[in-house]
């Protein structure tokens, strides 16, 4: 089926808008930036353990150490 010059600028006006969207989109920054060693062995340990697994590990770790930290809890 072909499109009619009406919806193929129709679809040509929504495509753009697709795309203006998506280049107006926020970046997603990590919190914490890892080094590139530090990424290839949590890629790795995902792999061999799975990423639950080892997503879990992480925020254990990360938990404890920052209970270590005298935190102002503001609400």
Same mark, same amino acid.
């Given at each position: ?5 009406? @919806? ?6 929504? &495509?753009?808008?697709?795309?203006? %969207?998506?280049? /107006? %989109? @926020? ?19 995902? @792999?061999?353990?799975?990423? =639950?697994?080892? @997503? =879990? ?7 404890? &150490? &920052?209970?270590? &930290?005298?935190? /102002?809890? =503001?609400?």
């Amino acid at each position: 089926m072909k499109a009619s010059e009406e @919806e193929s600028k129709r679809f040509d006006k929504a &495509l753009d808008e697709f795309i203006d %969207l998506f280049n /107006n %989109l @926020e970046s997603d920054v990590p919190v914490v930036q890892f080094t590139e060693e530090v990424l290839e062995k949590i890629e790795k340990a995902m @792999e061999q353990y799975g990423v =639950e697994v080892i @997503e =879990e590990r992480i925020n254990k770790v990360v938990e404890e &150490l &920052l209970s270590w &930290l005298e935190l /102002n809890e =503001e609400k």
